[in-house]
């Protein structure tokens, strides 16, 4: 069974369902080719759940439960990918190599892992003649790595138009994180219960054009630069959110010493926390919206002057901080109308966690802990803040209760190859997460 749950993950990643061509055809029909592979590799699923293609950028099945009146569960995640930069990679990113017990290619690790995954464990379940309590819908997506515009955002709407309403979500998220965390042997469970919001804004100033040789007493550029040095110099405020707060006291256990004593009471001691805590990037995106300076652009030659410099600015904003308040917070740092600021592509808002799921009370803690200590068992689990974003952000008007994780055991190494060169999954990993989601819904 192991063997040929290997073959169709690895026939599952040979489908390229990346946006590495600007050709609107090709990508639908990648798209779809996946939707069709899902089909032919897992019939009995087929066979009892009812299978929605709204697009080849969603696709949602129910999976009728004996007790319709129950309210159902969604699980969920994206089967795009995003483009590899081929020359880079030891392996094709597309082969599915298999070396040294791991399997290559792009989307081992996000997020064509947790896709058949799920579908695996649906498909043996299905065979044996299992049915679920309560409807279970499974839905995935085909363009999250573009914002989730033509999949999530239409699929959340067709459920809202159905008067669908989830007990709680599922998603993908922090992994099973191995020697990520300063202090802490062993690995531990990190459940994202909040999401942090996204923001790209675009600083603009624009000067005369003319030639280099006569340039301008102050120049573009350099307003561009105090700009950015005044947003570097004034840092967002510190924040503590309750899934942090959460994440902090159930970790004290695991660590030792001053440490210990630091998380357990971080409301108490307030300023001295974030001092002792925010020793790192990782942490520091935990506690405070971050400012990432990415893109600088100005003369396309040497001897010009621009008539216009940009920068652009990637932030990541902590509930409960919206987009309006944060550009409000950068145009107050950089205190110069001559820099104009606008958001760059999209923004979007924080997400919250819902009530008592910080405390591991909620709907839907029962059944995680239950399948983490069947397939992982002895690692804490933990609530924790996603720095990133998901699809999961669009399902905010059809569930008050979002959990989103990656059940794979995941160390820096690791991590580093997700959206990174030669990303990869070991064939231990993979085994782990069908354990995990087949004990998953075995409850549902």
Not at 150 to 155: E, S
Request: aromatic share 10%.
């Amino acid at each position: 069974m192991l063997n040929k749950y290997i073959e169709r993950f690895r026939s599952a990643l040979k489908i390229q369902t990346d946006w590495a061509t600007s050709d609107k055809i090709a990508i639908e029909s990648s798209l779809s080719r996946f939707q069709d592979f899902l089909k032919e590799a897992y019939p009995a699923f087929h066979k009892a759940a009812e299978c929605h293609i709204l697009s080849p950028y969603a696709v949602a099945y129910r999976w009728p439960g004996a007790s319709p009146e129950k309210l159902p569960v969604l699980l969920m995640g994206h089967y795009d990918v995003v483009p590899a930069e081929t020359e880079k990679w030891s392996v094709e990113p597309f082969g599915a190599e298999m070396k040294d017990d791991f399997i290559y290619g792009r989307g081992a690790l996000d997020m064509k892992n947790i896709v058949i995954a799920i579908m695996e464990g649906a498909e043996n379940l299905c065979t044996a003649g299992f049915k679920p309590k309560g409807d279970v819908w499974i839905a995935w997506g085909g363009d999250e790595e573009r914002s989730g515009s033509l999949g999530a955002v239409h699929t959340a709407k067709w459920f809202k138009e159905k008067g669908v309403k989830f007990s709680y979500v599922i998603d993908e998220g922090t992994p099973v994180a191995v020697d990520q965390i300063r202090g802490v042997q062993g690995p531990l469970a990190l459940i994202g219960i909040e999401e942090k919001g996204f923001l790209s804004l675009r600083l603009e100033v624009e000067q005369k054009p003319g030639h280099a040789s006569q340039p301008p007493e102050e120049q573009a550029a350099a307003i561009l630069g105090r700009a950015l040095i005044n947003i570097s110099k004034r840092p967002f405020p510190w924040l503590l959110t309750p899934a942090v707060e959460a994440f902090f006291k159930s970790l004290a256990p695991h660590v030792t010493g001053i440490s210990s004593f630091v998380m357990k009471n971080a409301r108490l001691l307030g300023p001295l926390f974030f001092k002792v805590a925010a020793t790192g990037p990782s942490t520091r995106a935990l506690l405070r919206n971050t400012v990432a300076m990415t893109m600088l652009e100005g003369s396309m030659a040497d001897n010009v002057m621009p008539s216009l410099v940009r920068g652009v600015i990637n932030l990541r904003l902590l509930p409960p901080w919206t987009v309006e308040e944060a550009i409000r917070f950068i145009e107050s740092s950089i205190a110069d109308d001559r820099v104009k600021v606008s958001i760059h592509g999209f923004g979007s808002n924080p997400m919250k966690s819902g009530p008592d799921q910080a405390s591991q009370k909620s709907p839907g803690w029962k059944e995680i802990f239950s399948a983490f200590d069947r397939s992982f068992p002895g690692v804490p689990v933990l609530p924790f803040l996603m720095p990133a974003t998901t699809d999961s952000r669009h399902y905010k008007e059809v569930a008050d209760y979002i959990f989103r994780f990656c059940p794979f055991k995941v160390n820096p190494e690791e991590m580093s190859r997700i959206h990174g060169h030669d990303e990869r999954i070991s064939i231990e990993n993979l085994q782990k997460g069908l354990e995990f989601y087949t004990a998953l819904m075995e409850q549902f």
